[in-house]
């Protein structure tokens, strides 16, 4: 193969350093800072402008040098990408406030390197004589090509396998690899050969050795951020699962955000489950969606009624480690692993939309809360008609619907939102020290629903007394005036995010 040629090819490894780096800054702001669709496009739109910005810089490279300089700006790309998921992590982790602007900062700084690197190639390409129109199509046809394949590989294999700081250093080390060879493929056009082989070198040495440490770094930089012996730590294609223990309490986030804690999760549980189960004078058939770390499952079990359980949760790593996990297995006491229970991992939407399931007694809906559009949808009125097609007019449906005090204008938009779908619904809400006031709605197809007075199983929490008291709102958590949720609106995420903006001032 010709010099010009394996070139054009470096054209596709390049090509796809720059998109994974965008990937890894956009997943990484999600994970941390959540809605996705502001972070992507907000990143997006940094790294475009960037890169016009790099592209523009490249003018300014002399054309003796431009050869050199592709090198030498291939190693700040490799060594400055590579570490970006690395020090946003410890960034966010021991500084906190400062993330945001870590964050655009890398990526303006990556956006404007990678910027130059095409033009760059197309100006040696051209000083070798090669025909103008062949330049232009064969550089921007391995481009896109090389966006298209790390566009598929990160979701599927890299971020899910790698994490996003070793995907970050892969590449890094791709970059440096693509640097050393331009420099010994072109060791005769280049008089600094020895200086750029050495950079690449100590680049390459660097990258190669924070890949090995990858782990205990970003494990240093997470327990700076949880405070607690981290004892579970893994990433999905959907999300970064942690673990921590305290003494004999255990707690779960997911992307930073705390999902419950040990010590008082049953509280939320007995109030998600219990009252749902109880108005059902012997529920056999139930379906659980979301609660993968089978925690609902678990309150669900306790009745002997019960002969069929599915729970349809999205992340088979959550189900996964929520079923061998000894510490998390005691603590759903082995739900996961009971025969009556079936684990369904998909999309709860997609789910419904093409389950022809006969109907159930009982659905709990147990989801994150809708911070985003992609989980929004799940709280939206084409959603809880989809949900009516599984339903008796007898069964009933419970949903945690986010905290009534620290978000009203959301907790109330869904009790909108399940209104518009059709729904008779009771709202009441439960006292979990670790949330504080948080919020559930118990839905049917007909009016009927009855705070019980007894429970057929033990409880921890509920009894008559604490039961009167989730159905009674005082005017401070009583009802807002709100929208309901639609897919091509989601005011359900605009409140949400308005509300919590409110509590942060």
Not at 202 to 230: H, P
Not at 285 to 305: H, Q, T
Not at 325 to 335: I, R
Request: hydrophobic share 50%.
């Amino acid at each position: 193969m010709t010099p010009d040629r394996l070139l054009i090819l470096s054209v596709f490894v390049v090509a796809s350093c720059g998109l994974a780096y965008e990937l890894v800054a956009g997943a990484l702001a999600s994970y941390l800072l959540g809605d996705s669709v502001l972070q992507f496009s907000t990143i997006i739109g940094a790294y475009l402008f960037a890169m016009g910005i790099g592209a523009h810089l490249s003018r300014y490279v002399r054309d003796e040098d431009v050869l050199g300089r592709f090198v030498e700006i291939e190693l700040l790309v490799a060594l400055v990408g590579g570490v970006s998921a690395a020090l946003l992590f410890i960034v966010f982790a021991w500084a906190g406030s400062p993330f945001r602007v870590s964050l655009y900062a890398l990526v303006l700084i990556i956006g404007t390197l990678v910027g130059m690197e095409i033009p760059l190639v197309m100006r040696v390409l051209d000083q070798r004589r090669t025909a103008f129109a062949d330049i232009v199509s064969r550089v921007l046809t391995f481009d896109y090509l090389g966006a298209l394949a790390v566009s598929v590989l990160f979701p599927l294999v890299l971020a899910p396998r790698l994490g996003l700081a070793r995907t970050a250093l892969l590449f890094g080390m791709l970059n440096a690899a693509i640097a050393l060879w331009v420099t010994h493929r072109f060791r005769h056009e280049l008089p600094q050969r020895r200086t750029l082989a050495l950079k690449g070198m100590g680049v390459m040495a660097v990258l190669a050795l924070g890949m090995t440490g990858s782990e205990r770094l970003i494990g240093w930089a997470e327990r700076g951020l949880f405070g607690d012996e981290i004892v579970h730590a893994r990433s999905s294609v959907y999300q970064r699962m942690v673990v921590t223990r305290w003494k004999d309490e255990l707690r779960l986030y997911l992307n930073g955000n705390l999902q419950f804690s040990s010590r008082d999760e049953h509280r939320y549980h007995e109030a998600l489950v219990l009252p749902a189960m109880e108005n059902h004078p012997e529920p056999r058939r139930v379906l659980i969606l979301g609660g993968g770390d089978g925690l609902a499952a678990r309150e669900v079990l306790r009745y002997p009624s019960v002969a069929q359980v599915t729970l349809v949760d999205l992340d088979a790593a959550m189900t996964t480690l929520f079923a061998s996990a000894p510490e998390l297995v005691a603590l759903n006491a082995g739900s996961l692993r009971d025969p009556r229970l079936r684990i369904v991992n998909s999309d709860a939407f997609g789910w419904l939309e093409a389950t022809d399931e006969v109907p159930y007694d009982v659905v709990i809906v147990d989801l994150p809360d809708p911070t985003n559009h992609s989980l929004g949808k799940l709280y939206s009125v084409p959603f809880y008609a989809m949900l009516r097609r599984v339903l008796t007019p007898h069964s009933q449906v419970a949903i945690q619907a986010a905290s009534p005090w620290y978000a009203p204008h959301a907790y109330w938009s869904v009790v909108a939102t399940l209104k518009e779908a059709g729904y008779a619904t009771t709202p009441y809400h439960a006292h979990v020290p670790s949330f504080g006031e948080w919020g559930f709605v118990a839905a049917s197809r007909s009016p009927g629903f009855r705070p019980p007075q007894t429970y057929r199983v033990p409880t921890r929490f509920l009894d008559a007394n604490t039961t009167a008291l989730m159905f009674s709102f005082p005017p401070d958590m009583g009802p807002r005036e709100v929208e309901p949720n639609w897919l091509n609106t989601q005011r359900l995420v605009q409140y949400f995010h308005d509300d919590w903006s409110r509590v942060a001032r």
